[in-house]
């Protein structure tokens, strides 16, 4: 068995698709129209409820669940999603003990959308503000070989 990807009920497929893809820049792999598919795994479906068959409503909020996104400059990406009409987030960007920077917020349909430095541009700034490979292993809780291959 493969895992294949996460599918999220949409209630605005246009407002969803344009989101996921102009902001958020994930690639379509096909539009069915009621069904997108992005390249990385992610689905839309705006007529859930039909498709299983069964009377679903949308959550307000679930809170139990969030999308997962790696960038390597997460300031830049704070202020595109701050621009962005109709976003409201939980935290700007945070840093972590283990040095990664995250910021979360709600896409349209409020589900929770995580934006994180990609680990290995937190050791690469730990590396460049001269920390040793020793205490940047340490403090991002990587091997020591792994943060020597970034050197």
Not at 49 to 69: H, I, K, T
Not at 94 to 108: A, C, L, S
């Amino acid at each position: 068995m493969q895992y294949q990807g996460t599918l999220i009920a949409v209630s605005d497929i246009a407002k969803s698709k344009h989101f996921y893809e102009t902001v958020m820049e994930q690639k379509i792999l096909m539009d069915l129209g009621v069904h997108v598919s992005f390249e990385r795994g992610l689905s839309l479906q705006s007529n859930y409820a039909e498709l299983v068959g069964q009377d679903l409503r949308m959550q307000s909020r679930p809170n139990n669940f969030q999308l997962y996104f790696e960038v390597e400059d997460l300031d830049q990406w704070q202020e595109k999603i701050k621009g962005t009409d109709s976003i409201e987030f939980i935290h700007e960007a945070k840093e972590y003990p283990w040095g990664q920077r995250v910021m979360r917020f709600y896409d349209y349909d409020q589900y929770i959308v995580e934006v994180s430095e990609s680990m290995t541009s937190v050791a690469k700034r730990f590396l460049a503000q001269g920390l040793s490979v020793e205490e940047t292993a340490q403090r991002t809780m990587f091997p020591v070989d792994f943060v020597k291959n970034l050197l």
